[in-house]
Structures are given as C-alpha cells and as structure tokens.
C-alpha cells in the first residue's frame, strides 16, 4: 500500500489510482526565462522520487510536464511583466531563442541529476488555441469578466473556491488585490492578458477578446487534462503554488467542467539558503553550472535533497554540499567493494530489508528514512557482501544516484599521489589517472604544493591552491593522496 500526504484534503491518504495499470501524473514545470536554480531543482528531484516509487509499487506512469514559455508574470498578483519578454530584452534575444536555450537547458539539468523525462513535455505556446477554448467555456458559464487590461476569473462566482489553500477566507486575506485595481475581488485572477497598448510583445495572438497572451494558470488546466482526463490521479509542484497557481487551476476546472482536475495535490517544500528566499532577484541563486564549477556531481546534491523529506525545508549551504559528495564517494567506493563479491542466492533477511524499504518508501515518500536504513543494512553482519550490492542497487532504483554506473575499482589507484576525478555529461563522478588529461603545468603546481605541504608552509600551499583554481582545477587533500578536479563548464 501506498500513503500520500494531500494537500486537498490536508491528510495522508492511502493511494487509490484511478486505472490500475498506469498512473497520470502532471508536474508544473519550468519558467524558461533563466537557468533552474537548485530550489527548483529540488522540486523536480521530489517529483522523480514520486515517479519512481510508484513504478517500484508496479505502476506504470504516464507524466505530464508543460514548459511555461508565456504569460508567467513577475509578479503573482496579475501585474507585472512576462517574465520571458523581460528575460529576452535583456539578453537582446527573440523571446524564442531564450525559451529554446533555457528549455534546453533544463533537459540537460534533469540528465545530469539523473531525473528521469516526463512522458510527455509541452511547451504553453503549444497550446494557446486550447487555452483560448477554455476561457470561451468559462465565458459562456458566466466565470468571466474583462476590464481594461484583460480577461478576469471572478472568483465569488465559484462557492469552493480556494479550499486547497485552506478556505475563500484565508485566500482573499493574502491580500493581493492592490497592483491590479480594477478586480472585482481580491483573489479574481487574469486568464486572458492584453497585450499593452503601446508595446509590441513578440509573443502575441489574436482572441475573441482582443490581442494578448494567456494567463499563467490556464495553461495547465489545459495541458494537463488534454493529456490525462479529467480527474487524473496526481499533480504535484512546489509549495509556492498551493495558494495562487494550483489554486486557480481548481477553481478553472471546477467552473469549466464541474470536477476536481486531480486526486491528490503533491507539494515539495521550498530549498532555502542561511539568508532566507533563494531567488534570481535576491541574486542569491545556485545553478547546476554552480555546482560544476566547484567540483560537485550534481549525484551529490541529488544526494544532499534525499536526506531531508520533501515536506521540510531545507536549508542549502557549501558544508552540507561538499559532505553530500564525500559521503556520496564513499557509498560508491563501497558499491564498488561489494561489486566484486561472487554472487549467490538473496536470504529471507535481505528479501526482509527489501520489503521493508518498500514500505518506508511508500509511506509518504520517506526517502530519509530509506538512506539511514541503507547505511544501516551496510554495517549488518548477518547479510553477505553480495547481497548487500544487490539492495543496494535495488534501493538506488528509488535513490537515483546511479550506484551501479558508478562502481570503479579503488584499488587500481592505491599506490598514486594525484588521482583526477571528472564529473561526466551524466553528472557521474569518474576517476582517472592518466595524467595526459592534466596540463602539464598544473601538475608541477601540484607536486609544488605538495611540497610547501611537507615543509607545514600552509601560506604557500594556499597560494598554489588558488592558482591552481584559477587555472580551472579544484585540488582537495584525501590522507596521502591528492584529487585534482576539472573545473566543468556546461
Ligand atoms: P518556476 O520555474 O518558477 O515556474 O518554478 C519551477 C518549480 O520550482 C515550481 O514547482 C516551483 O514551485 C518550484 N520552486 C521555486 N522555487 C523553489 C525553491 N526555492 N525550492 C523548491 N522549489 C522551488
Ligand atoms: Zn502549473
């Protein structure tokens, strides 16, 4: 059995698919304006974990992630500019080439953390006939109205409206009525935008209404139940949304066709850093290039999200990272020991982790809870070496951290000083020692290092570190070894 915490009805729930073979998930996905950052990200990493699960329960999953290239304010509050015209006019772009470029982007961020493709991706600019169809539904059910900047959902004409926020009340006390005046009702949200009278959009398109662009939340609705049906079983997204987006999405379905869209509402809790928000306004962002460039595998921050469920925040630093990627090594070098066992028949007492990781896994997606048992079950002397490689790989179909891609043989590098480790286009931690890889004179720097290090002249080795970093390597002390980094730029 499988438990789901639903933020529609506030409760963890037992899962009920509403076909038993195949389970239809959406997932809201990226604002292609700028780079995901790793807030974001850990959103994506939540929901892959959801997929995940479900298919080691036997489901298959059919999932459904739109691409937001239109009609995403600035501003939640209907006001404000599309983000991507802004991003477009900055970068002196078409605002089709930046879609493109970030949209390319983030299919090449989800490889390298290993999130699986959704079954089927589709851009919003992809679908302005169907959304413009469905504001025609909600007009002919008297939802709508238009004032001087666009179309407006009027929300007092819908009794449920707001519940998965909590309740009309709570909503409206959100306050977010003051940067488009002419609402009728605070929580009244635009579905239809003019394009302004004095500015050309690049991205624009005839209507009934007149010249303009959708409004952010009507495109999931589309998207979503042109896909799925109506109701499909599941839509997950980041906490942000519970109030606004995902909320008016409920509101255009229910007014629209009568119906709840989804079963259950899934929500990942925010990746904040010391300060707060991260954010691209806060300038505060991390990216997956971030990563790269201080010699993290993207694995390790995949690994660093596990370890906190995805209903708490979580707070991103530098220490919890680079410890994310040492403990990450770590498993792998014992995947790797544990790889080379002869294999043999898998005992009730493994079987008995396994069904066990099943079951903690399934409730509510208890990933942290998996990870300790996962270290604990490593340190258990009543299982086999192999059968411990063997839950271990079975685990890492949850985990995702590509345990067995990732095996290598430590011992081939017991006897050199320098090791150099890549991380590779699938975000892996590789290990080399061919020294061809390395300029030459980043190696005399190094035994340079090593010897201001054997004279305890720490000042120096400082020096040599940092120059060795602006010349693109990371160098990092492992007991009598050195491990020299390629500084990755994607
Ligand atoms: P966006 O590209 O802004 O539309 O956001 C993409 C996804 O990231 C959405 O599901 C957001 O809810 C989610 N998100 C945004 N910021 C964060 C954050 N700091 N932590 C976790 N998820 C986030
Ligand atoms: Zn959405």
């Known amino acids: 059995m499988i438990y789901f915490y639903n933020t529609l009805t506030k409760k963890e729930e037992e899962f009920k698919p509403i076909n038993n073979d195949e389970v239809g998930i959406y997932t809201c996905g990226p604002t292609v304006y700028w780079f995901a950052h790793v807030g974001n990200l850990r959103t994506y990493i939540f929901e892959d974990i959801l997929k995940r699960v479900l298919m080691l329960n036997g489901y298959k999953v059919k999932h459904v992630m739109n691409i937001t290239d239109v009609g995403h304010l600035t501003s939640d509050s209907d006001s404000g500019e599309d983000k991507l015209e802004k991003g477009a006019r900055a970068e002196k772009k078409t605002v089709w080439e930046v879609a493109q470029f970030y949209t ?3 299919l090449k961020d989800i490889k390298m953390l290993n999130i ?4 089927i991706l589709v851009k919003a600019t992809d679908t302005i006939k169907e959304q413009i169809d469905l504001i025609k539904i909600l007009e002919e059910k008297g939802y709508t109205y238009i004032i001087s900047d666009g179309v407006y ?3 007092s004409k819908l ?3 707001g519940r998965l926020w909590g309740d009309k009340e709570k909503t409206e006390l959100r306050g977010r009525i003051e940067e488009v005046k002419e609402k009728k009702h605070p929580t009244d949200f635009a579905l239809w935008k003019f394009s302004p009278k004095d500015e050309k959009r690049q991205m624009e398109w005839e209507s009934p209404w007149g010249i303009g662009f959708p409004g952010w939340h009507t495109e999931c609705v589309v998207m979503s139940l042109e896909n799925l049906g109506i109701p499909f079983d599941i839509h997950c997204g980041g906490i942000d949304h519970v109030s606004i987006h995902h909320t008016n ?10 119906k709840m869209m989804s079963n259950y509402w899934m929500h990942g809790e925010f990746l904040n850093v010391k300060e707060g928000k991260m954010s691209k306004s806060l300038g505060n962002i991390i990216t997956v290039s971030n990563l790269l460039e201080k010699g993290i595998s993207p694995l390790a921050y995949r690994y660093l999200c596990l370890n906190t469920h995805y209903r708490q925040k979580l707070t991103f630093s530098d220490e919890s990272l680079s410890f994310a990627q040492t403990t990450l090594e770590k498993l792998y070098e014992k995947a ?3 790889a080379k066992e002869t294999e043999m028949p898998i005992s009730e007492k493994a079987k008995d982790y396994e069904n066990r990781f099943l079951s903690i896994i399934s409730n509510d997606l208890d990933v942290p809870v998996a990870l300790a048992m996962m270290w604990d079950m490593l340190k258990d002397k009543n299982i086999s070496g192999y059968e411990k490689y063997y839950l271990l790989v079975q685990f890492d179909k949850v985990f995702g951290l590509k345990i067995k891609e990732a095996v290598f ?16 286009e699938e975000g892996l931690i590789a290990w080399s020692r061919d020294m061809n890889d390395v300029p030459a004179g980043i190696i005399d720097m190094v035994e340079k290092r090593n010897l201001s290090r054997e004279n305890k002249d720490w000042q120096e080795s400082d020096n040599i570190r940092n120059v060795i970093s602006e010349q693109g390597w990371i160098i990092e002390d492992r007991n009598e070894q050195v491990l020299l980094k390629k500084k990755v730029q994607i």
């Open 153 to 155: 959902f009027d929300t």
């Open 409 to 424: 043989d430590k011992d081939e590098f017991a006897s050199d000083r320098i090791i150099i480790q890549k991380i590779t």
């Open 249 to 258: 999405e409920i509101a255009q379905a229910e007014a629209a066709y009568g």
């Open 159 to 161: 009794e449920k409206y």
């Open 104 to 106: 390319n982007r983030f």
């Open 336 to 338: 790797s020991e544990l």
């Open 116 to 119: 699986g493709d959704p079954t």
